[in-house]
Structures are given as structure tokens and as C-alpha cells.
């Protein structure tokens, strides 16, 4: 990670507030579940609510609270094993797939857990804004903290994917809560009308080059040539991709790479995960609100790379690169004419999550954070409708494996020139 220097009294504040506020928001997201909605694991790549809300309160216990507080003392013990992750510098794991098994502690003791790391956070945090001096450790708390911070907006995008598969998982379609400020993705008025942006050939430097926070994974800023080529001015739709579907889109192993369709064909896959058709009629989606009709012009979404990648060469073209991407996204004359880049959907590109020329992983058990991932993996960019408002920029790298449908995955079109 890479995180601004924060020598100013007031700017530390800042972070506190920050904090405080992105505790609450996971807490609030919980409020409309029931302690059973809370348990659930509804396949081995989600979690349960709970275990979410645990697991980012161990984040700041083990990294932060371990190194910073004075006489430090864990909350439980056993919490150390049972909400790491994958970092294998702490220790042992309780199995991913298992997560869902753990009926103890309950909600209501994750929630104690919470407040309690929550204080003593506070506290430290606190002691570093009436500090005299920046130190080097005050430097590092503020980074860690802000590191704590963006992991816990990363699994609050999480926590919404997660309760949107589990609910989806009961016959009775149950909504998760309308009050709640969770976006709608956008339709557009005249999505029937698509335009190409073309852009030239040309060296482009591609990552981060601020002071402020990035992951690791957006460094080092470095240069890449990116041919001609030409991209969609919006995202895929609905009634695009149900042309798809009824031109045999899923019978026709010409679309598919070798791997997808073996993909399709083991499953048995006709559709996107969350359309259905009752009785063949109106195609109809799942939703955060519940079973709706589907919206031809919203974009559609919740489609794997194999799908995105079978759609592109179907309609005559091909998925961006993220350098592409970037490069579109950043350039004054084309972003402009780009919609729906940040805020609908996370866009699949063609390109395999890698490390940047020159990356070096962070040293510690930080440094597990991206790093190991860099295999068997794509890139997407830009953010979702459940995106936290604020987490996203235009070099940020999102990943996931090639057959993940459960995140709110779209399809931006590029063509080579």
C-alpha cells in the first residue's frame, strides 16, 4: 500500500472520524438481518454476515491493537484463528468453506467484539493526534489504519454481494431492505444507442502517481505502449444480452473459450445467475428489493469473465485491456463521452491480474494482502452500484477468477483499429 504522511494534528482527526464512521456503516448493514440471515454461508467463495463483521474487527486487533497498545491483551484467543483469512503470518485458519458452521459467538458477541476494538482504537488513535512529534511509529499507525480502513470498505462491497446470494438461495425471493442506501445500477433513457470512442496509439503511463492512499497492486506508475483501438461509450444491457441468449448464446461452443464452455456445459448454465423466466414468459431478476421484472436498459450484470468473454466475440468485438481501460477512463477526451465507468458495475478486461514491472510486495504479513493473488486471475476496473461512495479511482485493480458470478461484474466492449 502506499499512504499520504499525515503530520497535521487535524488530518489524524480526520482519520478517526473516518474510522468511526466506516465501523458503523458495516454495523448498519447487518440491522435489517436476522440472526439465522447472519449464520448463513450460501457457497464456499462467500462468508456470513457475521463473520464479516468479525473479521474486519480483527484486522485492526491483529494488526494494529497487537503492535501499537500498550499491555495489549486479545479479546478471545480463539478469535485469532477463527477470523483470520488467508494471512499466514498470524497462524492458523478455520477453514474458508466452514465459516458458515460457526453458530458461536453469536451476532451480538461479534457486535461487543466490535465496540470493544472500536474503544481501544479510539484511544489509540487519540494518543497519536495530541502527540507533539510525528514519530516513525505514529506514521506507521496512520498507515496501517488507513489500510484497516479500505479493507473494510472492500468487505463492505463483500458483505452486500454475500446477503444479495444468500437471500437469493430461499424460494420465497425475500427483499433485503429498501431504506437502506444501497444504489440502484443506472439505466439509461437511450441505452439503444451506442458510440465508439476511438483513441490513438500512443505511450501511456499506467498506476498511480499521488500521495494519497493506493493498494500496492496500482504501483509502480510505469509506461505501456496500447495500440488504436476503439470502446464502447456504455456498458452491455439487459435486452443486448438477452438477444444473446435467444440467438442460442449458451448452446454454441463457437462463442466459448474451451475452458468456458466446459464451464457452461458442467453446469448446466442457460442464463445469468439471478434472471429467471417463470413458465418462459417475462424475463425476471433477483434483486436487493426482491424479484423484479428485468430492466432491458439497465446493464447487465453478475456475469462471469467466460460470459463477458463469449458475449464480446458473439457481438463482433472483444473486452478491453485495463491498460485500454485506464487509458480511456484518464483521457480528458474520451472519458467525457464514457458513461457508467464508476458506480454500475465492476468491467471485466482482458487482462490477467499480474504485478505491475518493478512491484515489490510490502514486507510482513501486510504484504499478503495482493501480492499471492497474481495467478489464475483477471482484472476488472472501475466500481459497482454497492461500491462504498469514495473507494474507487481510475487505477484501481479489482480480481477475480474467470467463473465468480456472484459479484456486480458487467461488460464494457472494445474493438481493436
Known sequence: MQVQTETDPKISAHLLQ?????????????????????????????????????????????FILERFEINFRPYHQAYRVLFNSYYNGVGQKH????????????????????????????????????????????????????????????????????????????????????????????????????TWISLDAGVVMIGYDAISFCFDNEIPRHRQFVEAFSMASRLVTNAEYAVFIDAGGYRNPVHWLAEGWDWVRNQGLTQPLYWYRPDDKLWHEFTLHGLQRLDPQAPAIH???????????????????????????????????????????????????????????????????????????????????????????TTYRNFFSVGARWQFTGIRLAKSI
Open 18 to 62: 473516518r474510522f468511526n464512521e466506516v465501523r458503523k456503516f458495516s454495523v448498519s448493514l447487518a440491522k435489517p438481518l436476522s440472526e439465522e440471515d447472519c449464520c448463513i454461508q450460501s457457497m464456499p467463495d462467500a462468508s456470513p454476515m457475521k463473520w464479516h463483521l468479525a473479521h474486519t474487527t480483527w484486522f485492526f486487533e491483529t
Open 95 to 194: 477453514p474458508r468453506a466452514q465459516r458458515g458452521l460457526l453458530s458461536r459467538p453469536s451476532t451480538n458477541e461479534v457486535i461487543a467484539y466490535r465496540h470493544n476494538v472500536d474503544m481501544r482504537m479510539g484511544a489509540l488513535l487519540e494518543r497519536a493526534i495530541s502527540n507533539d512529534s510525528v514519530s516513525e511509529s505514529i506514521l506507521d499507525l496512520i498507515s496501517l489504519t488507513e489500510l484497516g480502513i479500505q479493507h473494510e470498505q472492500q468487505h463492505q462491497e463483500l458483505m452486500l454481494t454475500d446477503i444479495k446470494h444468500m437471500l437469493s438461495m430461499n424460494p420465497l425471493f425475500p427483499a433485503y431492505e429498501n431504506s437502506l442506501p444501497v444504489r440502484h445500477r443506472s439505466s439509461l433513457e437511450n441505452a439503444d444507442k451506442v
Open 303 to 393: 456475469l462471469s469473465y467466460f460470459e463477458a468473454d463469449a458475449y464480446a466475440h458473439w457481438a463482433g468485438a472483444r473486452l478491453p485491456t485495463e491498460f485500454e481501460w485506464e487509458m480511456a477512463a484518464t483521457t480528458s477526451s474520451s472519458s467525457a463521452q464514457l458513461l457508467q465507468l464508476f458506480g454500475t458495475a465492476w468491467q471485466w478486461t482482458s487482462s490477467s491480474y499480474a504485478p505491475y514491472p518493478g512491484f515489490v510486495a510490502a514486507e510482513g504479513v501486510v504484504g499478503e494482502y495482493n501480492g499471492k493473488f497474481m495467478v489464475n486471475q483477471y482484472v476488472l476496473r472501475g466500481s459497482s452500484c454497492v461500491t462504498p461512495v469514495g473507494h474507487t479511482r
